[in-house]
């Protein structure tokens, strides 16, 4: 097996794109060569492949895995890197990755594979919660999703390789994690009961959040931005996006970023990455 010694820290990133045929009309190249991540985890792609401008669907110097949503237009996340990977999972199935493939994860909202190639394997995955912001029905597949996903979530955790999940988890966990805490107490993505689902994540499912136990308590940063009520401009956001990493991979972190200049090219998101010291 070829071993990959990538230049350290090894940079790993989450980002919701708000649909990347879009995000790549705006500018996003330009934004992915100054972010220069080495494992890319996307989600609201809301493009098949086939749908994308050449050569995105097969960009140079990557290697991609597309997860997109049967409907089309819709969520799909997709994982790029710069080594080889594989996929085990797809989906909240568990170990292997599913013989149904798409129909049984129809929106496209886990992909889970693995950087066998590394100095120390590593894996990673790129989620997507759904946002009940938009209607109560859209609020009950939010929890019925929430509650499949923390059993999940427990059993991922316990492996002994590092493990990332990057993506948007459409929730503020804590005050600092939003602006106008109080205005926004009944609103989807800071119900308390939502808050309390994700500490259960951190606490008894046993994940780090690695961007609030590197920036500690100041408020934010923020990684989502109304487009109303001068949100963007104010920096009146949302930290929804995370990348929280079990025990061997917490170990690995010495550093994290928000890149909000990225948001404001182009997408509503912030992308967030880590920096990972893997052995020579």
Known sequence: ?????????L?????NVNGLRAALRKGFADQLDRLAPDVLLLQEVRATPEQLPEPWAQPPGWHVTWHPAQKLGYAGTAVWSRMPHRVVATGLAHGTRSRRGAADDPDGRVLRVALDELSRPLQVASIYLPSGSSSPQRQ?????????????????RRGRSPLI??????????????????????NSGFLPHERDWFGRVLDD??????VRRHAGEQQGPYSWWSNRGRARELDRGWRIDYLLANGPAARLIHACHTDRDAMLACSDHAPVSVDLRLPA
């Open 140 to 156: 009950t597949a939010k929890e019925a999703w929430m509650e499949a996903f923390f059993p999940w979530a427990q059993r991922a």
């Open 165 to 186: 999940l990057g993506g948007d988890f459409n929730i503020a966990h804590t005050e600092a994690d939003i602006w106008n805490p109080k205005g926004n107490a009944k």
């Open 11 to 15: 940079r790993v990133t989450t980002w």
């Open 1 to 9: 097996m070829q071993i990959h010694t990538m230049p350290r820290p």
């Open 205 to 210: 499912a046993g994940w780090h959040d690695a």
